[in-house]
């Protein structure tokens, strides 16, 4: 039982490359979600799913797409990385309105 | 809209002391979920301690121990016999009914030896 995995763990883009963060889960969680913090502060909703084909838009959503093909994964696609993007990006995973499960975070900065 | 408040941005505890991070939040609802996480400078997000709105009593977990004090709409993580690896950010988060968390600002913890 791997938890919240994501890949990968840094990552450095030049402005206007796109690229797609990995987030995979094996404890069945129909509830995932992407993050974003940013230096010093909180984490701030990216997007959301609450089960495969179903997603929504968070706090933060512009500049970024999700889709939900399995229950599993749940990768983030960057369209065209801007230095406003560099941060630390967490997924997560829960059932229910019960604990969330976050990943390790994945570093990236844009140059 | 549900709203989480840490009023204290940084707190300092000497080794072996008690302290006290404080939370407060706003919510119509009666039945939610409460957490407290850690961020350690590793960035990763490890969860201390939940409390279930519904129970009465309050969370413990070996030396965290929550005081929920509902009707405030308060929710305060004590640690004791504070470690030097208990050193971090702490963040207070509340479930909403469309199931995303609401977070706090975090509050950082240092130790002092």
């Known amino acids: 039982n791997a938890g919240v995995t994501q890949t990968p763990k840094f990552q450095v883009l030049k402005t206007g490359q796109s690229m797609t963060l990995q987030c995979a889960q094996d404890?069945?969680?129909?509830?995932m979600s992407w993050y974003r913090q940013d230096p010093g502060m909180g984490l701030r909703l990216i997007h959301y799913s609450v089960g495969a084909g179903i997603t929504d838009q968070g706090e933060v959503p512009n500049g970024y797409n999700v889709s939900r093909s399995t229950t599993e994964d749940f990768p983030l696609r960057l369209l065209s990385a801007a230095p406003s993007q560099t941060s630390v990006y967490f997924c997560?995973?829960?059932?229910?309105?019960?604990?969330?499960?976050f990943g390790p975070g994945t570093r990236l900065t844009v140059l | 809209a549900q709203t989480v408040t840490q009023s204290q941005p940084e707190m300092s505890v000497q080794e072996a002391e008690t302290v006290t991070l404080s939370c407060t939040y706003d919510t119509s609802e009666s039945d939610y979920y409460l957490f407290w996480y850690k961020q350690p400078p590793s960035r990763q997000m490890i969860l201390v301690i939940r409390?279930?709105?519904?129970k009465q009593q309050n969370a413990t977990e070996n030396r965290f121990s929550v005081n929920f004090q509902k009707a405030a709409k308060s929710f305060s993580l004590k640690i004791s016999d504070s470690q030097l690896g208990d050193a971090a950010m702490y963040f207070c988060?509340?479930?909403?009914?469309?199931?995303?968390?609401?977070w706090g600002a975090g509050t950082k913890l240092i130790i002092k030896p």
């Open positions: 404890m069945n969680h129909e509830y």
């Open positions: 409390q279930e709105a519904y």
């Open positions: 988060a509340y479930i909403s009914s469309n199931y995303q968390l609401i």
């Open positions: 997560a995973s829960k059932g229910g309105k019960d604990t969330q499960y």
